[in-house]
T-cell receptor, first 115, second 112 residues
Framework: DQQVKQNSPSLSVQEGRISILNCDYT??????FLWYKKYPAEGPTFLIS?????DKNEDGRFTVFLNKSAKHLSLHIVPSQPGDSAVYFC??????????????FGTGTLLAVQP | NAGVTQTPKFQVLKTGQSMTLQCAQD?????MYWYRQDPGMGLRLIYY???????DKGEVPNGYNVSRLNKREFSLRLESAAPSQTSVYFC???????????FGQGTRLTVV
């Protein structure tokens, strides 16, 4: 059972416009959320994170929004650039069994930014 | 500063063969993870280790074993490889609970 879901396998936007990537989770134990970017043949790289005590975190062109009641988070990229074209993964973290730090990823969304 | 290093980068195995994927980090991180990436499935957690001497099953542990040899190294072993284990494997480490994980470059494994 997928605990972290990204229901859009792909997204295409025009350069300069906003990209909105969505993620849903099922387990209320998750209390820390992250977004990663992945280029082909490379490992994922960290983009931005948010704690469950916040509802928004911003870093330059990237903003993550968290809606705990809906168990939903989103990543906004403004303005989108061709170099942003990559696969984006959301991830959720929780202390499992009181100690062990489990980190679960979603299925990914392929973002294509058209010049 | 190497970060997270995985070896080998590529491997082809025959069904039934065994092999160990190596992962080492030089950032003094406590937690380490093994994931596999398959088309349409995202990154799925195989095993993880909160600290030296402890390991826990993730989402897809069947067919794999792990060893946290010391704080730096976390290996993943396939005892009898199957074609369903054809995938790209990523190792990651993170220093603490509310921090990001750092990934290696991946190992592309093909089982024929």
């Amino acid at each position: 059972d997928q605990q972290v879901k990204q229901n859009s396998p792909s997204l295409s936007v025009q350069e300069g416009r906003i990209s909105i990537l969505n993620c849903d989770y099922t387990n209320s134990m998750f209390d820390y959320f992250l977004w990663y970017k992945k280029y082909p043949a490379e490992g994922p790289t960290f983009l931005i994170s948010i704690s469950s005590i916040k509802d928004k975190n911003e870093d330059g062109r990237f903003t993550v929004f968290l809606n705990k009641s809906a168990k939903h988070l989103s990543l906004h990229i403004v303005p989108s650039q061709p170099g942003d074209s990559a696969v984006y993964f959301c991830a959720a973290s929780a202390l499992w069994g009181g100690a062990t730090n489990k980190l679960i990823f979603g299925t990914g969304t392929l973002l294509a930014v058209q010049p | 500063n190497a970060g997270v290093t995985q070896t080998p980068k590529f491997q082809v195995l025959k069904t039934g063969q065994s092999m160990t994927l190596q992962c080492a980090q030089d950032m003094n991180h406590n937690s380490m993870y093994w994931y596999r990436q398959d088309p349409g499935m995202g990154l799925r957690l195989i095993y993880y280790s909160a600290s030296e001497g402890t390991t826990d099953k993730g989402e897809v542990p069947n067919g794999y074993n792990v060893s946290r040899l010391n704080k730096r190294e976390f290996s993943l072993r396939l005892e009898s490889a199957a074609p369903s284990q054809t995938s790209v494997y990523f190792c990651a480490s993170k220093p603490g609970t509310y921090t990001e994980a750092f990934f290696g470059q991946g190992t592309r494994l093909t089982v024929v």
